[in-house]
């Protein structure tokens, strides 16, 4: 799995970087081959105004998953990262199952009877 991390408004951090990477890896490891790349965008919305304004976005592809997105905010940039990072372990393994789902169980669609019945 190839994780990025980018910085989109705030300084680079290796230390916030080294935190997504560890984060991605404690909660993503476990889907294997099933997730190929990680795209982890660290964002301050508000700049110096404050608030919950640092957002954590979050791209996932893998060849079962398909894409998958999803964004948090934080009071500061681990918090968002820790919340997303758990979330995105949430949809891709609920996204997984679906996938499983479809491919072993049978495709049955529900129609109406043809079946007659004679008095």
Excluded at 8 to 13: A, D, E, N, R, Y
Excluded at 18 to 34: K, V
Aim: proline share 4%; hydrophobic share 35%.
């Amino acid at each position: 799995m190839k994780i990025v991390v980018r910085f989109l408004g705030l300084p680079p951090s290796e230390m916030l970087r080294e935190h997504c990477e560890r984060q991605a890896l404690f909660h993503l490891s476990r889907f294997g081959h099933d997730l190929s790349s990680v795209d982890i965008r660290i964002r301050d919305v508000n700049g110096p105004k404050g608030g919950a304004d640092k957002q954590c976005q979050v791209f996932a592809t893998g060849p079962r998953l398909g894409y998958s997105t999803l964004q948090e905010l934080g009071e500061d940039a681990y918090q968002a990262v820790d919340a997303a990072m758990s979330r995105l372990a949430r949809t891709v393994a609920r996204g997984l199952e679906r996938a499983r789902d479809w491919k072993a169980g049978p495709h049955h669609f529900h129609q109406a009877s043809s079946r007659q019945t004679r008095i």
